[in-house]
C-alpha cells in the first residue's frame, strides 16, 4: 500500500513565523500535492509538482512557496504565517501516466495547523 | 475551468437504510471521475473510480456510475452502517494528473 506521512498531526505557531510542513510518500510517485481543506470549500490545491525541483501553483498559491528536493519529499513553506492560514493541510501524491488522470491520488492524515 | 457540485449535508440516516449522494461535474471531455471519503481524524481515502462513460465502480457495498449524459457520478449504498458515518468527496481528474473536488457532504448514521 502507498504510504504518505506527513511530519505532524498537529501543529500550534505564531503569527510571523516561517513554518515548515513536511510530506514523505514511499511509492516513488512522480506527481505530490498540497491541499488546504476548510470547512464548506473542500481542498483547494496550493502547489503541486511532477518532479523533482519543479512546481507549479495552484489556485490558491499566496502566502506559500514548497520545495521538492527530492523524489520523496514535498514541503510545504509558510513564509510568514497569518492567522487566516489555520487550517488543516493534506499532502497527497500519485503516479504519473503521460498526462492523464486515470490515477487515484493518494493522502497523507492531514496536518491540523493553528496560527495565533 | 472545471467544477464538481455534489449535494450539501449533512445527510443523517437511520442505519440500514438506502444512500444517494449526487455529484455532477463539468469538465472538458471525459474525465475520470473518484469518490474519496474521509474518516474522523484521517486523510481521504479513494473509495471507488471510474475512467470512461458507463462505468461503474464499486467498494465496500458503495456504487457509482459514470453518466455522460448527465455529467453525473453518484455514490449509492444500499444499506448503510453507522460504520459508514463520514465526510464523502467527488472529485474529477483534469489535465495533468491534478483533481477537482466537490465540497464534501457529511453523512451521519444512527442506530
Known amino acids: 500500500d502507498v504510504k504518505v506521512t506527513q511530519s505532524s498531526r498537529y501543529l500550534v505557531k505564531r503569527t510571523g513565523e516561517k513554518v515548515f510542513l513536511e510530506c514523505v510518500q514511499d511509492?516513488?510517485?512522480?506527481?505530490m500535492f498540497w491541499y488546504r481543506q476548510d470547512p464548506g470549500l473542500g481542498l483547494r490545491l496550493i502547489y503541486f509538482?511532477?518532479?523533482?525541483?519543479?512546481?507549479e501553483k495552484g489556485d490558491i498559491p499566496e502566502g506559500y512557496s514548497v520545495s521538492r528536493e527530492k523524489k520523496e519529499r514535498f514541503s510545504l513553506i509558510l513564509e510568514s504565517a497569518s492567522t487566516n492560514q489555520t487550517s488543516m493541510y493534506l499532502c497527497?501524491?500519485?503516479?504519473?501516466?503521460?498526462?492523464?488522470?486515470?490515477?487515484?491520488?493518494?493522502f497523507g492524515d492531514g496536518t491540523r495547523l493553528s496560527i495565533l | 475551468g472545471d467544477s464538481v457540485t455534489q449535494m450539501e449535508g449533512p445527510v443523517t440516516l437511520s442505519e440500514e437504510a438506502c444512500l444517494t449522494i449526487?455529484?455532477?461535474?463539468?469538465?472538458?471531455?471525459?474525465?475520470?471521475l473518484f469518490w474519496y471519503v474521509q474518516y474522523p481524524g484521517e486523510g481521504l481515502q479513494l473509495l471507488l473510480k471510474?475512467?470512461?462513460?458507463?462505468d461503474k465502480g464499486s467498494n465496500k457495498g458503495f456504487e457509482a456510475t459514470y453518466r455522460k449524459e448527465t455529467t453525473s457520478f453518484h455514490l449509492e449504498k444500499g444499506s448503510v452502517q453507522v460504520s459508514d458515518s463520514a465526510v464523502y468527496f467527488c472529485?474529477?481528474?483534469?489535465?495533468?494528473?491534478?483533481?477537482?473536488f466537490g465540497t464534501g457532504t457529511r453523512l451521519q448514521v444512527t442506530l
Open positions: 497527497a501524491s500519485s503516479l504519473w501516466t503521460g498526462g492523464g488522470g486515470n490515477q487515484p491520488q493518494h
Open positions: 511509492m516513488d510517485h512522480e506527481n
Open positions: 509538482s511532477y518532479d523533482v525541483k519543479m512546481k
Open positions: 449526487n455529484c455532477t461535474y463539468t469538465a472538458t471531455g471525459y474525465p475520470s
Open positions: 471510474a475512467t470512461k462513460a458507463d
Open positions: 472529485a474529477a481528474a483534469g489535465t495533468a494528473s491534478k483533481l477537482t
